[in-house]
């Protein structure tokens, strides 16, 4: 890596740690404190690479943007900060940065990002194109901050104010239609219409030149396109066939695996090869566990907005949040507590009243992906008809209910110790039983028990 990198933040240690990692990869590097003293640098032509801090004492980086591409058009800028949400992403983009990355960030992954801004010739400047959506930071629906969010905040970014169609996947209740709402609203599209198709529109004669006529330039956006029949299907394609110059945005969402649907033939492949511009996979909430007292302190922030009582969680009832596996994702977290905040009478939620809330949530959820959203008895019951389909006619040995009850009881357990860390007590709590029933259970099935990080 060759060339000289201009670093402006305020944070002492990362001046430091960003002055050695660049230096030692063949850099120079000139560090500072102040925006003042980074402009400078820059209208006196120094510097190939840009990296700053958004939040600094002298100002905000990302208004330094602008200026930066009128005094050398073509220098990149890494913009890096603590405020890692989605409007800062959006911002950066906008601002025309050669990149954005969060704090805490990834050190080797700057230093990637830092080589190929050295090495890739800068694009040319293009005109910022206008506001973010109006409304404060904290009315966007997409709230987190994890390393998976951060990451979609990136791709919508990048893809929204491009024309590519938007294919946005993810479970049920992850928001994918929240996301195709943010794309919309923070392009440049953002004041002409939003347009969700409905497949009672898509059913009708004249309904899909309705819907173009709602649209007008907008964004369509096609909810759970996967579960559309053949007919809507092709009256999707046929519509995609007629645009013209102004043509709206298309965007649709699915939680079924729409590859697979086409492989099984009840999905049309021309219409996946339209859908497929671009693919934004929105993460589970199992997949990103430390939003979720963000989510909790947002969802008992919007209760208290609408009228309700003001309540907060306490430290065990936090963990019990935090702990359970969500599988209606953030629409069933967000139930969850606004059933808390009606239902409770005292300030402070209780680890016993969230235990006896989540203890009467549906013990699983359709699962995605893994059989069109059958539940786990539909699935087994598929095992077990295939199991004695096998047996050509023929009963099964004796003491199947017993073979049964061990293969499903031992991975189980098996998952169950890992999520906790190998802690006996911990898993026969999570389970529900004695620890001697563990104990004795680990010993019949010849589970191992291993020691190690837990999963939540």
Not at 20 to 34: D, E, I, M, N, P
Not at 143 to 154: E, F, N, S
Request: charged share 25%; net charge negative.
């Amino acid at each position: 890596m060759d060339g000289t990198v201009l670093v402006a933040d305020d944070d002492r240690t990362i001046r430091t740690v960003l002055t050695q990692a660049l230096t030692r990869a063949g850099c120079k590097v000139h560090a500072t404190s102040s925006l003042v003293t980074l402009m400078r640098w820059v209208e006196e032509g120094k510097g190939d690479l840009v990296i700053s801090d958004v939040m600094m004492p002298d100002g905000n980086g990302l208004d330094q943007l602008p200026k930066i591409a009128d005094e050398r058009p073509g220098l990149p800028v890494i913009v890096i900060s603590a405020q890692n949400t989605i409007m800062t992403a959006i911002q950066a983009a906008e601002a025309d940065a050669f990149d954005y990355l969060p704090k805490p960030f990834d050190l080797p992954d700057l230093m990637k990002r830092a080589a190929r801004a050295l090495e890739v010739k800068r694009r040319v400047p293009v005109a910022r194109s206008g506001q973010a959506a109006d409304g404060a930071e904290g009315d966007l629906p997409l709230v987190g901050r994890t390393p998976a969010m951060q990451a979609l905040y990136r791709l919508v970014a990048r893809v929204m104010n491009t024309d590519l169609a938007v294919l946005i996947t993810g479970e049920s209740g992850t928001g994918k239609s929240l996301i195709a709402r943010a794309v919309h609203d923070l392009s440049d599209r953002r004041t002409l219409p939003f347009t969700v198709a409905s497949a009672a529109e898509l059913a009708a004669m004249d309904g899909p030149a309705a819907i173009l006529s709602r649209a007008k330039g907008g964004s369509i956006l096609f909810d759970e396109v996967g579960d559309l029949d053949d007919d809507a299907q092709a009256r999707i394609v046929r519509m995609l066939d007629s645009f013209t110059d102004n043509a709206p945005r298309i965007m649709a969402t699915s939680q079924a695996d729409l590859a697979r649907k086409m492989e099984q033939g009840v999905f049309r492949q021309d219409l996946f090869y339209r859908l497929g511009g671009v693919t934004i996979t929105v993460p589970s909430l199992r997949e990103r566990v430390d939003d979720i007292p963000l989510l909790a302190d947002h969802f008992l922030a919007r209760a208290e907005r609408e009228g309700l009582a003001s309540r907060r969680f306490d430290e065990g009832a936090m963990d019990l949040i935090r702990a359970y596996s969500w599988p209606g994702n953030v629409r069933q977290l967000e139930n969850t507590i606004r059933r808390l905040v009606v239902t409770g009478v005292e300030e402070e939620i209780s680890r016993a009243e969230t235990e006896q809330v989540l203890g009467n949530q549906p013990a699983m959820e359709p699962l995605v992906g893994g059989g069109d959203g059958e539940k786990l008895s539909v699935s087994v019951g598929k095992h077990l008809r295939r199991y004695f389909d096998l047996h050509g006619g023929v009963l099964p040995p004796p003491g199947l209910y017993q073979r049964i009850l061990r293969e499903v009881e031992t991975p189980l357990i098996e998952i169950a110790l890992e999520a906790t860390g190998g802690n006996q007590a911990k898993c026969a709590d999570l389970l529900g039983i004695n620890r001697n029933t563990l104990r004795k259970k680990i010993t019949d099935l010849d589970i191992r028990v291993t020691r190690r990080r837990k999963l939540m």
